[in-house]
Nanobody
């Protein structure tokens, strides 16, 4: 059974930075696409950054140029470096792993149909709060 555990969330002022981590275990993370999602209150969960086993990354327009996704294959850890944070980045952030579907990094972005999302392994989430 795969397990994912996020850490690194917190409260920061607008313009600040945070680095999220997602520790994975229970399967070979290098074989799959990993994704960072976020869900703000009253909004749908959306994929904002994804990376495949070759290190190719894709980003939602809302975070492009400010966030960087990376993965450490040796440690099976996924990261999300966030700079120039804005109040609208306030959300619960989740990491997820695709081990069945074989989605591309582009397919992982945006709002994912629940039937597809249920095929991913999910972490419990970490809260990011950005104050103005």
């Amino acid at each position: 059974q795969a397990q994912l555990l996020e850490s690194g969330g917190g409260s920061v002022q607008s313009g600040g930075s945070l680095r999220l981590s997602c520790a994975t275990s229970g399967y070979t993370a290098t074989a799959h696409t990993l994704v960072w999602f976020r869900q703000a209150p009253g909004k749908e969960r959306e994929g904002i950054a994804s990376i495949d086993s070759d290190g190719n990354a894709a980003y939602a327009d809302s975070v492009k140029g400010r966030f960087t996704i990376s993965r450490d294959n040796a440690k099976t850890t996924l990261y999300l470096q966030m700079h120039s944070l804005k109040p609208e980045d306030t959300a619960m952030y989740y990491c997820a792993a695709d081990h069945l579907i074989g989605m591309t990094t582009a397919q992982a972005l945006g709002v994912m149909p629940e039937g597809v999302a249920s095929g991913l392994f999910w972490g419990q989430g970490t809260q990011v709060t950005v104050s103005s």
